[in-house]
């Protein structure tokens, strides 16, 4: 006969009820064991490890508020052990109660090292609403615990949600290729949710298809594909630019300049010395998507006052250290032009291919630029007779008609200068067919 046989149903002593608990706990029988586990800590109520395993068993069928309150017992009787402090900081999380962050944070600060404790932490902070902080200790529970599922899709979640669709793609390469996917469908589903904010609803319809191959009735999956039926979303997001650039600063310059014959800026500058007819100084400046400050370079001699702005945070950190601009921002181009800022010139080297209808931008410019004032930017070329204003190229950035660009320049009040083609860069070794543009407000 095996033991759980042997034992009394209803044990008459706080060992026997402990080890009735073991044995239904082991059997999977949680809330027997739960009971078991409270009655040997009523026999014996100076008895930390009854309060813990009733905790224990109690977070295991989510009641959570009694879970805490077990191991709070446990933890007032003996506050050395470590796995009941995790479990009371765990239980009080899940049950909403108050107490749970401190108790995390005072876990991490005496063991930085713990993965739980540093993923807990992550979880009580995001519930806090203090989603960077989480983002940190959710990074630093997946170095620890590079294999821990839950916390690779907390630290995707709060990738994500802080914008960086690309690194919780990327942060998620190797559960989407190892194999795990297939038995964890989570995966693909917090991929397709990376791809989806990123404006890549096509990679993500093809992750949820798969999800639904194996499982027709996943919830996620099935409520994500019908959020992207009602938004075809194929535009480029803010998200997918910041973050593609955000990424990109370290080497920005190196490759774009050397491997690319990237030449935009000076373009540009020449443009526009032509459209004034002379290249005296003392302008007021913004450099649209400013970037690391490569037009900055180009544009300082005729500046009495420049400034930048730019989605990355990180690129504006580059243009920072060139030490050349006035003022520097981090935000979207339109929304930088205030209204009678009283510019007199704007330059946008290379940005219009992240910008696909460029309505906004003019209206802003028109609010933003003194009568007179020159708009400079270089767009890649669309061209074909179908009509078609701008297309979002297989190279994730869009080419512009250049009649579109003009006509949407011309409805908010500027006169063209200068539309000439030009090459501001090489893609694969071939000059990018572009477009050089110089408008003057009317
Ligand atoms: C190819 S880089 C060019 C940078 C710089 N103009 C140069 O010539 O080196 C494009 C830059 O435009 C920024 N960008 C794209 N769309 C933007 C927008 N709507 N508002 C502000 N910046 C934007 C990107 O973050 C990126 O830094």
Redesign the pocket.
């Known amino acids: 006969l095996s033991d759980s046989v042997c034992l009394p149903a209803t044990p008459s002593d706080a060992d026997t009820a402990l080890a009735l608990g073991y044995d239904r706990l082991y059997t999977g029988q949680r809330s027997e064991a739960a009971r078991a586990f409270h009655r040997a800590a009523v026999y014996a109520p100076g008895l930390a490890e009854a309060w813990a395993a009733a905790g224990e068993a109690l977070a295991l069928i989510s009641r959570a508020a009694d879970a805490a309150a077990g191991f709070d017992r446990a933890v007032r009787l003996d506050g050395g052990v470590w796995g009941w402090r995790l479990g009371l900081a765990e239980a009080l999380l899940d049950a909403g109660l108050p107490g749970a962050l401190e108790t995390f944070a005072a876990l991490v600060e005496e063991r930085g090292d713990s993965a739980p404790a540093l993923r807990g932490h992550a979880r009580a902070l995001d519930h806090d609403g203090q989603t960077g902080a989480a983002l940190d200790r959710a990074r630093e529970a997946a170095v620890l615990a590079p294999r821990n599922a839950e916390t690779a899709l907390a630290l995707a979640d709060l990738l994500i949600r802080t914008g960086d669709g690309l690194a919780a793609v990327e942060s998620l390469q190797p559960w989407l290729h190892g194999g795990a996917a297939d038995d964890d469908t989570r995966f693909r589903v917090a991929a397709a949710r990376a791809w989806t904010a990123l404006g890549e609803p096509a990679k993500a319809r093809a992750l949820l298809d798969s999800v639904l191959a194996r499982d027709p009735e996943d919830p996620d999956a099935r409520d994500l594909l019908a959020r992207l039926a009602d938004d075809p979303g194929a535009a480029m997001t803010?998200a997918y630019?910041?973050a593609?650039?955000d990424r990109y600063a370290e080497r920005?310059d190196r490759d774009?300049v050397g491997k690319l014959g990237?030449v935009?800026?000076a373009l540009l500058r020449d443009g526009v010395d032509r459209a004034r007819g002379h290249a005296g100084g003392g302008l007021r400046v913004i450099?649209?998507?400013?970037?690391?400050?490569?037009?900055g370079v180009t544009f300082r001699p005729l500046a009495d006052h420049l400034a930048g702005?730019?989605?990355?945070s990180r690129?504006v950190d580059k243009a920072r250290e060139r030490g050349l601009y006035d003022a520097l921002q981090v935000?979207?181009?339109?929304a930088?032009l205030e209204p009678g800022a009283g510019w007199d010139l704007a330059v946008?080297?290379?940005?219009l291919?992240?910008?696909g209808a460029l309505e906004p931008l003019f209206a802003a410019l028109a609010a933003s630029l003194v009568p007179g004032g020159l708009f400079a930017a270089t767009t890649e070329r669309l061209s074909g007779d179908a009509g078609e204003p701008f297309r979002l190229g297989p190279s994730r950035r869009y080419a512009h008609a250049p009649d579109y660009v003009t006509g949407t320049a011309r409805a908010a009040g500027f006169e063209p200068c200068l539309i000439e083609a030009c090459s501001p860069r090489r893609e694969g070794g071939a000059p990018v067919a572009g477009t050089l543009h110089v408008y003057r407000k009317r």
């Not at 450099?287 to 037009?295: N, P």
């Not at 946008?348 to 940005?351: H, I, L």
């Open positions: 803010p630019v910041r593609l650039f920005f774009l990237y935009a800026p450099d649209l998507g400013c970037g690391s400050g490569l037009a702005v730019d989605l990355s690129m935000g979207d181009a339109a930088a946008a080297a290379d940005v291919v992240y910008i």
